[in-house]
C-alpha cells in the first residue's frame, strides 16, 4: 500500500504499482505509479426560481440534469517516479474521450463509491518543482 502526505521539499514518497490506492481508474496503465488524488461529482436538478411582480416566489423543477465529474491525478517524475504520465493520460484521455468512444468510463472507490461519466475534457497543469510532480484533470459528465 502506498502513502502520500502533503508534500513538502525534502519529502520523501514510496510508491508501488499494483495497488490502486483508494480509486481505481479503470482502463488507466502506465509504467509507474499515478496517484488519484480526488474524485469530486457535482449533481443538480435542472429547476428555475422565478420571482413574480405580486411579491410571490415561484420554484419550477423540469428533471434531473447531467451531473459534473472532476478526477484529480497526481504523478511523481524522477528516476524512481512514472516515466511516461503525462503521455500516458493524454493517451487514455484520447482513447475515451466521447467523440471518439461514447461509452462511458467507470471510476471506483475502496469506500463503496462506483461512479460512471463520459470523458470530456483533460488539463494537464505545469510540473511542480518542489516535489518533482506533475498533476492532471480528468473532466466528465456522469451517467445516472
Known sequence: MSELTAAAK??????????PGYYRL???RTTGPIFIQQVSTNRQDIAAAISCFNNRHRFFVFGKG??????TLEAFLGNKGTKNAESAVNAFFDANRS??????????????GNYSFFLTGCRVAATNPN???????LLGKLVE
Do not use: E, W, Y
Open 66 to 71: 447531467f451531473g459534473d465529474i472532476t478526477i
Open 26 to 28: 479503470h482502463g488507466l
Open 131 to 137: 516535489n518533482n510532480s506533475m498533476t492532471f484533470q
Open 99 to 112: 467523440a471518439t468512444k461514447l461509452a462511458p468510463i467507470i471510476v471506483t472507490s475502496r469506500g463503496g
Open 10 to 19: 525534502g519529502c520523501v514518497v514510496q510508491a508501488t504499482n499494483g495497488n
